[in-house]
């Protein structure tokens, strides 16, 4: 066997991770989900759901792939046996099932680069900021072009390797990131009529509330976390055993949060005052950003900067959630990173064809009254990543057990009573909040 790869810096890891968890999911997805399940509520109960069990989660994940030094098949095959292994499988099917549209949307965001260069988004008008995006992504050909270019981007990344690749890239950008979200939110929250949307934003209407908001927000954090597929597992079965996974784990989840939060700043505001509709759906970000830019001066070149760092941001997730399936292909199969990289790309790739058509030829073909897009984006955050988390929490509290807390213990990383609190939270907390949540929206 090969020598495993390791991170180059503790702060590589923790921005590895942070790269991993904010991408589109925060930025595209976040404020859309809020705009769609009333506002304020939906957000107070993602905190809590980020609180009661998402964090314990990411740091679960985090340990099992530290202690095994493996992919997620072979984490769970070492430190579980049976049929535990089939979590793993779970977590490396999810990853192509992410991809699939993914890569969709990252392409519209390099589209939306050009797009914003030669002015052609000029507008504070939302008919035409919104039949400008409607027609672009009904094109049958250029949405998969982007595409087509973005996972050639992810699978350069991934070839890098750890060190030289994921790492380098990410710590360059994310500081970078969060610098102009910040400038973004400035000029959303001082747009004339503003106040509508920061209202809806923050202050919570507990009667939109349903157990679809649960569903929603449950989803939302495995999505937006990177957790319940073995991304986590994965970078930490890159660390050597001195990282202080509790600190790492809060650190990702707080910058995490605030990425969505900032997100929601940036683009709920601007929807009230240019007089977009909160749901619009995956169309929102897209729609409403333009309009945000038309009003500042030097706006076209904000925009230019906002979907460069915006695309770097999918890029950065978009290699995580190739990275498991990879080194599961390298650790189990010993194929070559090159080679693994090429072949899944070029899967993905084709999963993305139907995904793109959505939006256009076919969007009259639905399953379950779903276009593809939608049946896949909600088969992997509604289902498959809430299930993967299930049995995670479940495998990490009652199989693994005490060794966990040992293997966590072991550099003398969490302190008690938390570590006892942790080990319980992962035992049933988010085994009885998983199932309640599933079972009352699937039933
Ligand atoms: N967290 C990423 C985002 O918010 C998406 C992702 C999901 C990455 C699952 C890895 C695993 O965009």
Redesign the pocket.
């Known amino acids: 066997m090969t020598v495993r790869e390791h991170w180059g810096s503790r702060f590589g890891f923790v921005m590895a991770a942070a790269g991993?968890?904010?991408?589109?999911?925060?930025i595209w997805r976040f404020p859309y989900v809020t705009g769609d399940n009333g506002g304020g509520a939906f957000l107070v109960i993602y905190l809590a759901i980020v609180l009661g069990f998402g964090l314990s989660l990411l740091m679960a994940e985090m340990l099992l792939g530290r202690t095994a030094q493996r992919n997620p098949v072979g984490a769970f095959r070492q430190l579980g046996g049976r049929a535990w292994p089939l979590v793993g499988y779970l977590g490396v099917l999810t990853g192509f099932v992410?991809l699939s549209f993914y890569i969709v949307v990252a392409g519209w965001t390099l589209a939306y680069i050009g797009q914003m260069a030669r002015g052609l988004l000029h507008s504070r008008d939302p008919d035409v900021l919104g039949a400008a995006f409607g027609q672009f992504v009904a094109d049958p050909w250029q949405p998969l072009l982007y595409a087509a270019v973005f996972m050639a981007l992810v699978a350069w990344v991934v070839t890098g390797g750890i060190s030289r690749g994921i790492e380098r890239a990410n710590r360059w950008l994310m500081p970078i990131l969060f610098v102009l979200l910040l400038v973004l939110v400035l000029r959303a929250l001082t747009l004339p009529g503003a106040g509508a949307g920061l209202a809806f934003y923050l202050t919570p209407d507990w009667s939109r509330v349903n157990a679809g908001t649960y569903f929603a927000a449950i989803s939302q954090v495995f999505?937006?976390f990177?957790i319940g597929?073995g991304?986590m597992l994965t970078y930490g079965s890159y660390l050597s055993s001195r990282e202080n996974l509790p600190r790492a784990a809060l650190t990702v989840g707080v910058l995490d949060c605030l990425a969505a939060f900032l997100s929601g700043l940036m683009v709920l505001p601007a929807v009230f005052a240019f007089g977009f509709s909160p749901s619009a759906g995956p169309g929102l970000t897209f729609i409403t950003l333009p309009a945000v830019f038309a009003a500042l001066p030097g706006g076209d070149l904000f925009g230019v900067l906002f979907f460069t760092l915006l695309a770097i941001a999918a890029l950065t997730?978009a290699v995580?959630?190739l990275e498991p399936l990879v080194s599961y292909f390298i650790d189990e199969h010993e194929v070559s990173r090159a080679r693994v990289v090429a072949v899944a790309s070029v899967v993905c790739f084709l999963l993305a064809v139907p995904a793109s058509l959505s939006f256009g030829p076919w969007s009259d073909i639905t399953v379950f009254g779903m276009t593809w897009f939608d049946l896949m984006d909600f088969l992997a955050n509604n289902l498959m990543l809430p299930v993967g988390g299930l049995m995670t929490a479940l495998f990490v509290g009652w199989a693994w057990g005490r060794p966990a807390l040992k293997a966590l213990s072991n550099d003398g990383d969490l302190p008690q009573p938390w570590a006892g609190v942790w080990l319980w939270v992962l035992r049933v907390v988010a085994p009885i909040a998983i199932v309640w949540i599933l079972v009352t929206n699937l039933s």
């Open positions: 991993s968890a904010v991408g589109l999911g925060n992410i999505f937006s990177s597929m991304t997730s995580s959630i």
